[in-house]
């Protein structure tokens, strides 16, 4: 429904969607949840990392949140880069935001993105490949395949991302991590070991550890 509408409402704000990007889910509400509440002060010029963009929705949203922020995203989808620039320049937060072309596969992917960074969100695909074909068919038939598929065991874009994190992400800084029902656990372990410390899990509405938290 929502490419047929091409718009979908997330945070409160307007999101233009296409075939090319993830419709915004209301889950992923839950990482702004949580950078609302962990980074309390308003007015400071946070310095915020969203990787794999889609929509936007979750570093732009955060860039309206955090007016004296300014952020960065990656996306590997020329057309998904599109749609978010496009909903930058809607929301007014164009001129705070360098969304860039890019892929956390290649080597050297982090070096165009500089920082370091206060904040590093992301809701990097994590569906394990075998199980898209059994999703709900408007997820499997219509959603990009590129926003779904994480590898085998579901988890191979927060290696690659937990692999360059301590790289992108300033010493006391916070990576939230949007993850599957039941990843919790071996996604803090993957952080932990390129130097991370677990924060509690955030909640979605359903009660499911939805968002990991932790600290560089
Ligand atoms: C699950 S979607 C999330 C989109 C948006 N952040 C949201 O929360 O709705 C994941 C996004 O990561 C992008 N992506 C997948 N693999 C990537 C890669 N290797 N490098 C950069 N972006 C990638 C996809 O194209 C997709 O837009």
């Known amino acids: 429904m929502a490419y047929i509408l091409g718009e979908r409402e997330f945070w409160g ?27 309390a002060d308003r007015q400071r010029p946070w310095r915020i990392l969203d990787l794999g963009l889609g929509s ?29 620039r496009a909903n930058a320049t809607a929301l007014q937060v164009e001129d705070r935001a360098a969304l860039l072309l890019g892929d956390w596969r290649q080597p050297g992917w982090r070096d165009p993105l500089g920082g370091p960074f206060d904040l590093l969100v992301s809701n990097p695909p994590y569906i394990e490949a075998d199980a898209i074909t059994g999703l709900m068919p408007e997820v499997s038939r ?6 779904l598929d994480g590898g085998l065991d579901g988890l191979a874009a927060y290696r690659a991302i937990a692999a360059d994190a301590p790289r992108l992400v300033a ?20 952080f932990q070991s390129t130097g991370f410390t677990p924060e509690a899990p955030w909640k979605d509405l359903g009660g499911i550890d939805r968002v990991v938290s932790l600290r560089y």
């Open 13 to 39: 704000l307007p999101f233009k969607v296409s075939p090319a990007v993830l419709v915004p889910r209301p889950d992923s509400e839950t990482v702004i949840e949580a950078a609302v509440a962990l980074l």
């Open 56 to 84: 936007g929705c979750l570093l732009l949203t955060l860039l309206r949140e955090f007016p004296a922020a300014r952020g960065v995203g990656l996306e590997v989808s020329e057309a998904a880069l599109a749609v978010a």
């Open 142 to 147: 219509f959603e990009p395949r590129l926003a």
């Open 171 to 190: 010493p006391g800084g916070r990576v939230l991590l949007e993850v599957g029902e039941g990843q919790a656990p071996e996604i803090y372990r993957i």
